[in-house]
Every structure is written in C-alpha cells, then in structure tokens.
Nanobody, 123 residues
Framework: QIQLVESGGGLVQAGGSLRLSCVAS????????MGWFRQAPGKEREFVTA????????EYADSVKGRFTITGDIAKNTVYLRMNSLKPEDTAVYYC????????????????WGQGTQVTVSS
C-alpha cells in the first residue's frame, strides 16, 4: 500500500554532514507519522527522529538531538533527515518509516519501511 525509497547515504568524515531523503508513494493519504530509524551491525534498530505528517513537533533520540533535523514536503510526499556534526557512532543503515499510528517513537508504531541507505562516518 505504501512504498518508501531512501537516498542520500554515503561516506563522510567525522564532523561532516549528510542529507537523507525518503519519497513515499502509494496510499500516502493514510500516513499519519513519518520517521527515521537506524540499525548498526549487531544492534537492534533504534529510533532516530519522527514527526506527525500533518503537523506537530518532531521527536528526537537523545543521541542525535541538536545535530539532526527532520523536515517534510507533503506535496512531494518526501521527508528529509539533515545530519550535522556526524560522529563515527552514527554509522548505520538508516531506514525511513511510515505509519498510521499517532505514536511515533517506537518501531512497533510503523507499518511501512524503506530498504535503507548506508551512512558511514569515518574518524
């Protein structure tokens, strides 16, 4: 029903920046929340940031607060993740997620996931 495609990942040195994009297609009218999660090798997928699609204050994990910013363009069915001051511990596969739930900070609240885009931060 919903398809999500991420892009923008890559290799960056510590302190650098990247901007990830996620384009949604299909029944985008049912989306209430959109967010970003990440998963490093051997670790569980963790919450990064998310926002109510039609308006609301975004939430951020403590580990990225002040460095990452989520924005969206409803007309383009696109959500962005601007990542500044990147650290090696930010290295992970980053996943875009969409859901019908109004609870936005847990993986269980999301119904649709992108394939992921790799972000690697070197020291």
């Amino acid at each position: 029903q919903i398809q999500l495609v991420e892009s923008g990942g890559g290799l960056v040195q510590a302190g650098g920046s990247l901007r990830l994009s996620c384009v949604a297609s299909g029944r985008t009218d049912i989306i209430n929340t959109m967010g970003w999660f990440r998963q490093a090798p051997g670790k569980e997928r963790e919450f990064v940031t998310a926002v109510m699609w039609r308006g609301g204050n975004p939430e951020y994990a403590d580990s990225v607060k002040g460095r990452f910013t989520i924005t969206g363009d409803i007309a383009k069915n696109t959500v962005y993740l601007r990542m500044n001051s990147l650290k090696p511990e930010d290295t992970a596969v980053y996943y875009c997620a969409a859901g019908r739930s109004f609870v936005i900070s847990t993986t269980l609240a999301y119904d649709y996931w992108g394939q992921g885009t790799q972000v690697t931060v070197s020291s």
